[in-house]
């Protein structure tokens, strides 16, 4: 049984790495699929992701919350909103990586935690601790510093980072499962996506007809892009701690900042390595206060365990499982 266990444990790391690997390496893969303007990109990944999602469905097995969902407008409605809220960040991503952004793209994915946290306190009304508060007013900081850095407000980063902490607070309220949110969202964007590609082709400005097949192959592409790295994730959010996601997805906003920086050769004037590094520090003091306040949690349910011990066959460590795991370390969009 422990042998299993670590042995979950350890697939759960590939398949976590695996996936933020992939987000964190998607930079690559946008530029590719030029001379298609970033709506364009977006539609076909509208498009083939329902694809994608449902073969997912068929071999997993899963069609039971589709007839839930169906009967209840208010939480179809917020998947709606869910909806409109990626399609949203997943165009800017696009643009903004197309565009020769792909560093403030990264900055928006680093900042989202502190956006998250804020949008808890003023709409949730969460309390936050004093290091929380600590955290949010440094990345308050960065943003200013970033803002005369760039001579303008970061907007692509700011857009990401709102764009994304809404995806989660009402993905959080629908609760659905990765796979099965996807392929709710993807639905409702399906027909206005397939709406704007036929009327693309007719206006002879499409791409996936005129550039050969290989760029057709590319564009339907998308919904593996799409697809395979949820499929990662979700595999390791069964099999590994929450605060293990939570540390692994940075991974994503450094491959990505790091591609910006070393491969597109994008510019990092002192005062943006000034704003960065701010960023930086704030996720360093969330990370430390979250993995200290996971510690004193887990003492405090050793102090209150029962000291009679268990019985052999469940005493083994078992995959602790991760129904919020979504909802608590959300996948990136871009």
């Known amino acids: 049984m422990a042998a299993q266990s670590k042995g979950e444990h350890r697939i759960g790391l590939l398949n976590g790495f695996a996936a933020y690997g992939m987000w964190g390496l998607v930079p690559l893969f946008w530029p590719l699929l030029k001379p298609a303007g970033a709506v364009e990109v977006l539609a076909h990944r509208m498009v083939w992701s329902?694809?994608?999602?449902?073969?997912?469905?068929?071999?997993?097995?899963?069609?039971?919350?589709?007839?839930?969902?169906l009967r209840q407008p208010r939480k179809l409605a917020l998947v709606a909103v869910a909806a409109a809220v990626i399609a949203v960040n997943w165009g800017v991503y696009i643009w903004a990586v197309n565009n020769g952004q792909v560093v403030e793209a990264s900055l928006g994915y680093f900042i989202n935690p502190l956006v998250t946290i804020a949008m808890g306190v003023l709409l949730l009304k969460e309390r936050l601790r004093p290091v929380q508060w600590a955290?949010?007013?440094?990345?308050f900081t960065a943003v200013l510093v970033l803002t005369v850095g760039y001579g303008r407000p970061p907007w692509i980063s700011l857009c990401l980072a709102f764009s994304f902490a809404t995806y989660g607070l009402v993905k959080k309220k629908v609760n659905l499962g990765g796979i099965e949110s996807l392929a709710a969202e993807t639905v409702i964007l399906f027909l206005p996506a397939l709406g704007y590609l036929l009327w693309l082709g007719a206006r002879g400005q499409s791409t996936f007809g005129t550039e050969g097949t290989g760029h057709a192959l590319l564009l339907a592409s998308t919904g593996?892009?799409?697809a395979l790295p949820l499929v990662c994730f979700g595999a390791a959010a069964?099999?590994?701690p929450l605060s293990t996601l939570g540390l692994l997805q940075y991974m994503a906003p450094v491959f990505q900042f790091l591609l910006g920086v070393l491969y597109f050769g994008e510019a990092m004037p002192p005062e943006r390595?000034?704003?960065f590094a701010l960023v930086w520090l704030a996720l360093s003091l969330l990370t430390w206060d979250a993995l200290r306040t996971a510690r004193?949690?887990?003492?405090?349910r050793t102090a209150k365990a029962q000291p009679e011990p268990a019985p052999a066959a469940l005493s083994a460590p078992v995959p602790e499982a991760v129904p919020e795991a979504e909802a608590v370390a959300p996948k990136p969009a871009g």
Do not use: H, P, S
């Open 273 to 275: 390595w000034a704003g």
């Open 50 to 69: 329902l694809g994608f999602v449902g073969i997912a469905l068929v071999v997993l097995r899963r069609w039971a919350w589709a007839g839930e969902l």
């Open 238 to 240: 069964i099999r590994v």
């Open 296 to 300: 004193r949690w887990g003492g405090a």
């Open 224 to 226: 593996l892009v799409t």
């Open 135 to 139: 955290a949010v007013g440094v990345g």
